[in-house]
């Protein structure tokens, strides 16, 4: 049974940073795309960023371009979300996800297989 555990969240003014991270376990992290994305309350879960499977290719949303960067260590199972420059408007749960298909990265959530339980990031001064 593959499970996705997040950690890594919390509060930090803006212009802070976080460093979000996501471990697999029950199957190799290189097996899978590996996406973030976020949610706050009343809104739709949204796109964050996604690296492939070897870590060769990674898509961002537009609004984290430049400022947040995913990457992976498939030795140690794990994906990272380096946040920085946050912004009040950041401020959301984050989620790992996996998909199993590899193909072309997906960048909403309907493909993705596998999804953590989520870590809260806030931006707030």
């Known amino acids: 049974q593959v499970r996705l555990v997040e950690s890594g969240g919390g509060l930090v003014e803006p212009g802070g940073s976080l460093r979000l991270s996501c471990i697999v376990s029950?199957?190799?992290?290189?097996?899978?795309?590996m996406a973030w994305f976020r949610q706050s309350p009343g809104e739709e879960r949204g796109f964050v960023a996604a690296?492939?499977?070897?870590?060769?290719?990674?898509s961002y949303d537009g609004s984290v371009k430049g400022r947040f960067t995913i990457f992976r260590d498939n030795t140690k199972n794990t994906v990272y979300l380096q946040m920085d420059w946050l912004k009040p408007e950041d401020t959301a749960v984050y989620y790992c996800?996996?998909?199993?298909?590899?193909?072309?990265?997906?960048?909403?959530?309907?493909?993705?297989?596998?999804w953590g339980q989520g870590t809260q990031v806030t931006v707030s001064s």
């Open positions: 690296t492939s499977y070897s870590g060769e290719s990674a």
């Open positions: 996800a996996a998909d199993e298909f590899l193909g072309a990265i997906a960048t909403t959530p309907g493909p993705y297989d596998h």
């Open positions: 029950g199957s190799a992290s290189a097996a899978f795309h």
